[in-house]
């Protein structure tokens, strides 16, 4: 176990700064008896005049029993971005400190990282099975380096990482360890949010977005200690989360067997998408996915992108990324769609 302390990384001015206080924080209880002339809000109701919970107690607890975690260690954010967005802004000093990430990844690490003034430095995959090389990680590593960031199943590789390296990483770094599961529904493995009572510089992220199906409601979520949770709730806009995302994850969390079938579905219909791509003569590799999408090196990413969209198919083109020349990111679809897609790749190779 690594010497890693909370207090020897928060920023001093985030440390030495009060909270803003709403009116929602400094009385909680709701009561349709209660007359509320505290928060300037419009009286006249129309179901959504007065403000939302500041901490949204109730997706919280929701989300507590479905991942069985204390709702208290759970963040909520206006997408994935605000939550990572927070964790820069409370850890990292701008202009002075740095963070590493493994590429090809996300690219938001790096946006947020140039938006608080850190510095980014990029830590190559293996090649030949897209894990992270940990001694070139560690070379990067130096008395400014805050936070390491690990997507996983990373994205667009497709590849959840073998616990033996995250372990690795956590006990050997003092700083803070983000890894992101926004795909760890389609993934075999096992998320890393058990851990946290475990390694208190482990930092979980994932999403409603992807296996949950509300991408258009935005809304992140950070598992991590209650220590961590208590520092950014002190930096984080106080109304974050709106009325309307609140009820719609309450709505769709609370059945969460439908959410389960969908996510088998996609998996399946990933299955036979794999498959199905074998036959297709320029496809030169299929990498193996613990996500919703498949990544695939064809002979000519550009062309091949170019002709789908003629085709009203709209793939990921990732030639540009690190390590992923000619290849291209296809989500898994309905059977339909997915269907469109093979048909379509079947004309292009009778054409060649």
């Given at each position: 176990?690594?010497?890693?302390?909370?207090?020897?990384?928060?920023r001093?001015?985030?440390?030495?700064?009060?909270?803003?206080?709403?009116?929602?924080?400094e009385?909680?209880?709701i009561?349709?008896?209660?007359?509320?002339?505290?928060?300037?809000?419009?009286?006249f109701?129309?179901?959504?005049?007065?403000?939302?919970d500041?901490?949204?107690?109730?997706?919280?607890?929701?989300?507590?029993?479905?991942?069985?975690?204390?709702a208290?260690?759970?963040?909520?954010?206006?997408?994935?971005?605000?939550?990572?967005?927070?964790?820069?802004?409370?850890?990292?000093?701008?202009?002075?400190?740095?963070?590493?990430?493994?590429?090809?990844?996300?690219?938001?690490y790096?946006?947020?990282?140039n938006l608080?003034?850190?510095?980014?430095?990029?830590?190559?995959?293996?090649?030949?099975?897209?894990?992270?090389?940990?001694e070139?990680?560690?070379?990067?590593?130096?008395?400014?380096?805050?936070?390491?960031?690990?997507?996983?199943?990373n994205?667009?590789?497709?590849?959840?990482?073998?616990?033996?390296?995250i372990?690795?990483?956590?006990?050997?770094?003092?700083?803070?360890?983000?890894?992101?599961?926004?795909?760890?529904?389609?993934?075999?493995g096992?998320?890393?949010?058990?851990?946290?009572?475990?390694?208190?510089n482990?930092?979980?992220?994932q999403?409603?977005?992807?296996?949950?199906?509300?991408?258009?409601?935005?809304?992140?979520?950070?598992?991590?200690?209650?220590?961590?949770?208590?520092?950014?709730n002190?930096?984080?806009?106080?109304?974050?989360?709106?009325?309307?995302?609140q009820l719609k994850?309450?709505?769709?969390?609370?059945d969460?067997?439908?959410?389960?079938?969908?996510?088998?579905?996609?998996?399946?219909?990933?299955?036979?998408?794999?498959?199905?791509?074998?036959?297709?003569?320029?496809?030169?590799?299929?990498?193996p996915?613990?996500?919703?999408?498949?990544l695939?090196?064809?002979?000519?990413a550009?062309?091949?992108?170019?002709?789908?969209?003629?085709k009203?198919?709209?793939?990921?083109?990732?030639?540009?990324?690190?390590?992923?020349?000619?290849c291209?990111?296809?989500?898994?679809g309905?059977d339909?769609?997915?269907?469109?897609?093979?048909?379509?790749?079947?004309?292009?190779?009778?054409?060649?």
């Amino acid at each position: 176990m690594n010497s890693f302390n909370i207090n020897n990384i928060i920023r001093p001015n985030v440390k030495a700064m009060k909270a803003y206080s709403s009116a929602r924080d400094e009385f909680q209880e709701i009561n349709d008896d209660f007359v509320f002339l505290d928060a300037n809000e419009n009286p006249f109701n129309n179901g959504l005049n007065r403000y939302p919970d500041p901490l949204q107690r109730n997706v919280k607890s929701i989300l507590s029993e479905i991942k069985n975690f204390p709702a208290n260690q759970i963040l909520l954010g206006n997408g994935s971005d605000e939550v990572l967005d927070l964790i820069f802004r409370a850890f990292c000093e701008p202009n002075q400190d740095n963070v590493i990430a493994i590429s090809p990844s996300y690219g938001m690490y790096g946006v947020l990282a140039n938006l608080n003034a850190i510095e980014y430095r990029k830590s190559l995959l293996n090649e030949e099975d897209f894990q992270p090389n940990i001694e070139d990680i560690f070379s990067k590593v130096d008395d400014n380096t805050k936070m390491i960031f690990l997507c996983s199943p990373n994205n667009p590789t497709g590849e959840i990482i073998k616990r033996e390296f995250i372990l690795e990483i956590v006990t050997r770094f003092n700083g803070l360890v983000i890894i992101d599961e926004a795909y760890i529904d389609f993934a075999t493995g096992v998320s890393w949010i058990k851990e946290i009572k475990n390694y208190p510089n482990v930092i979980v992220t994932q999403t409603l977005s992807k296996a949950v199906g509300l991408a258009g409601i935005r809304l992140g979520i950070l598992y991590a200690s209650q220590e961590i949770v208590d520092v950014l709730n002190k930096i984080k806009p106080p109304y974050n989360i709106n009325q309307l995302t609140q009820l719609k994850a309450i709505e769709i969390l609370s059945d969460y067997d439908k959410v389960i079938a969908v996510t088998n579905t996609i998996i399946e219909q990933k299955e036979v998408l794999e498959t199905a791509l074998i036959e297709i003569s320029f496809v030169e590799k299929i990498y193996p996915s613990d996500a919703n999408f498949i990544l695939i090196k064809v002979d000519n990413a550009n062309e091949r992108y170019n002709q789908l969209v003629e085709k009203g198919i709209v793939i990921r083109n990732r030639n540009n990324d690190d390590l992923c020349q000619n290849c291209l990111r296809i989500t898994v679809g309905t059977d339909e769609e997915n269907e469109k897609l093979m048909t379509t790749l079947k004309d292009l190779v009778r054409k060649i």
